[in-house]
C-alpha cells in the first residue's frame, strides 16, 4: 500500500494518514490487522464526514446506488484542504501529490 509505504515521508513533511469508512469497527479493525496498516481508520457508519466531505452517497457504477466513494484530501496546518482527489476509480493514491501539497502548504 503506498501511503503505509511513504508514512514517514509525509509525517516528516508534515501530514498525517486517516482513514474514514462506513464499515463496521469490527471490519475496519480486521482489515487494519490484515494490511498491518500505521494510521487509523475512523468510523462513519452514519456518512457524516463522507457526507460533510461530499463524497457519501454518490452514484456508483453497474446499478450499485448511493455509496462512499474513495477520496483523497489533503489538510494543511492551518486545517485547510489544499489539495482533494473525489471518486478514486481505483485504490491507488496518488502519494507524489499529496507530498507536493504538504510541502507548498
Do not use: Y
Request: glycine share 12%.
Amino acid at each position: 500500500m503506498e501511503l503505509q509505504n511513504n508514512l514517514e515521508t509525509i509525517h516528516s513533511d508534515g501530514g498525517e494518514v486517516l482513514a474514514a469508512s462506513t464499515d463496521t469497527a469490527s471490519v475496519s479493525m480486521s482489515l487494519a490487522k490484515q494490511m498491518n496498516l500505521g494510521f487509523p481508520i475512523l468510523n462513519d457508519q452514519g456518512g457524516r464526514l463522507g457526507s460533510a466531505f461530499g463524497i457519501f452517497g454518490l452514484t456508483g457504477g453497474m446499478n450499485m446506488g448511493a455509496v462512499d466513494r474513495h477520496s483523497v484530501f489533503v489538510i494543511n496546518r492551518q486545517g485547510k484542504v489544499s489539495w482533494k482527489q473525489l471518486s478514486l476509480d481505483q485504490m491507488h493514491v496518488p502519494v507524489a501529490d499529496i507530498l507536493s501539497a504538504l510541502r507548498s502548504a
